[in-house]
């Protein structure tokens, strides 16, 4: 047996560790809906399925083994806490609908969405598309966007920034305002304006990120209605069997929006597979043997591609929005990294995981001290979602962290600095309509 087959089966039995890691943590807070374990799920996912799709690719077992272990780190705080004192103040609390389906939020999401619908075509029109085009041909459109942003040709504008900042408050209301409501008031409606803008600047500016990081805020809202309804499984049987159906709605919508990057032009069918297939391994699965080839370059002196080695930037990757508002100009490409990793036809990317970014920042060890200390603030904002009737901030966070997550196989979510500014917007809004509740009720 040679060295791949021996690395395949190694790199499978680690990232089952995994499960156990998210086993464990359900043990410790009793219930399945918990930071830790969510993390861990993620990180299941995220190494056992490009394991799978990007099967020929060579994957170091020691970077998975870095990322286990940072997962424990992540986790060692929870086991501190009195989880059954937390969830027993939790069950005195009102049921979601009391917080969230109120008139102002969803007056607030459903003006949001429109004005979100709004701005984003105006600044769709800022960039030189006629009426005509969008209307004509719209998936053509956003090959004609994705070109202009990769040329850097694309013109900053207030119309497409409060499109995109409205895109994170149509997620998060609807998540909140549809877990709040039982089965017979959920209705499609609500669906269609929680990811409508998010749809609109997947196939008009062909950039599907936007689109993803919306599903999962708006699953963190529902998450956190359930927490309120005392609910807390991850995920039962009909909420199994709606994900699968809502994945077999949102598959298409993906793979048109790979069309609209010119595989509409493209008479031969086989070329058009296998361009598809190029996107959908390049966008799911590149992170793992990417990231991999990477960490093996940085301590192993063995990778097939070369890269540049950053050595403790203090935080710079892992808060870039932060150092930019602080007025930090060092150069950053385009996608963060410059170098993009390459095996064979089909897995090709510049997708390095967050964890490119933490060791260049903290260095090894000092990611893993840094994974405790992140542990031990969503432990602690995990606590006061429970504990108390009132906190705004817990919410949002939660919230926020689900999406964050999912981000992780990317890079930092605060390398954009649209995340944190409508973090403190919602916080502010969920503030006040908290507030408007609580009058009168000396809860806390």
Not at 386 to 407: D, K, T
Request: proline share 4%; hydrophobic share 55%; with cysteine.
């Amino acid at each position: 047996m040679d060295d791949f087959w021996v690395y395949k089966i190694v790199n499978f039995f680690l990232s089952a560790f995994f499960l156990l890691g998210a086993w464990s943590a359900k043990k410790a807070f009793s219930v399945w809906l918990n930071p830790v374990s969510i993390f861990s799920l993620f990180w299941f996912f995220y190494t056992a399925f490009p394991l799978l799709v990007a099967f020929e690719a060579p994957v170091n077992p020691l970077v998975i083994l870095y990322v286990l272990f940072f997962c424990v780190s992540f986790s060692l705080s929870c086991y501190v806490f009195p989880w059954r004192v937390a969830l027993a103040r939790n069950e005195s609390k009102p049921d979601a609908a009391y917080y969230f389906n109120r008139p102002l939020m969803v007056a607030a999401f459903y003006g949001a969405a429109g004005f979100a619908v709004l701005m984003n075509f105006l600044g769709v029109l800022q960039q030189g598309i006629s009426i005509d085009q969008l209307l004509s041909n719209p998936i053509a459109v956003g090959g004609i966007y994705a070109g202009k942003r990769y040329a850097g040709e694309i013109i900053p504008n207030v119309f497409s920034q409060l499109g995109l900042q409205c895109c994170y408050y149509t997620a998060v209301f609807g998540g909140l305002i549809y877990g709040s409501r039982g089965a017979a008031q959920r209705n499609i409606k609500l669906l269609v304006f929680a990811f409508l803008p998010a749809l609109l600047v997947m196939f008009l500016q062909s950039a599907k990120g936007l689109f993803f990081f919306s599903i999962f805020l708006f699953l963190g809202g529902v998450l956190v209605t359930r927490l309120y309804n005392k609910n807390y499984t991850l995920m039962d049987y009909s909420g199994f069997r709606s994900l699968f159906l809502y994945g077999l709605l949102v598959f298409p919508i993906v793979l048109v929006s790979f069309v609209s990057r010119g595989i509409y032009a493209v008479d031969d069918p086989v070329l058009v597979l296998n361009r598809l297939r190029y996107y959908l391994v390049t966008y799911s699965s590149v992170h793992l043997p990417a990231f991999s080839d990477w960490f093996s370059e940085r301590y192993l002196n063995e990778s097939l591609m070369s890269y540049k080695q950053d050595t403790l930037t203090m935080g710079f990757y892992t808060f870039m929005s932060f150092f930019q508002l602080a007025g930090d100009d060092r150069y950053v490409p385009m996608g963060t990294y410059d170098e993009f990793y390459t095996y064979g036809e089909f897995i090709k990317g510049n997708l390095f995981t967050v964890f490119r970014g933490l060791i260049n920042d903290f260095g090894l060890f000092g990611s893993l001290v840094f994974a405790f200390f992140v542990g031990l603030f969503c432990n602690l904002m995990y606590w006061r979602l429970l504990s108390r009737c009132n906190s705004p901030f817990a919410v949002i966070f939660f919230v926020y962290f689900v999406a964050i997550c999912y981000q992780t196989y990317l890079v930092s979510t605060m390398t954009w600095l649209t995340v944190p500014l409508v973090f403190m917007v919602q916080w502010a809004f969920l503030f006040v309509v908290m507030k408007i509740n609580f009058v009168g009720r000396g809860l806390s």
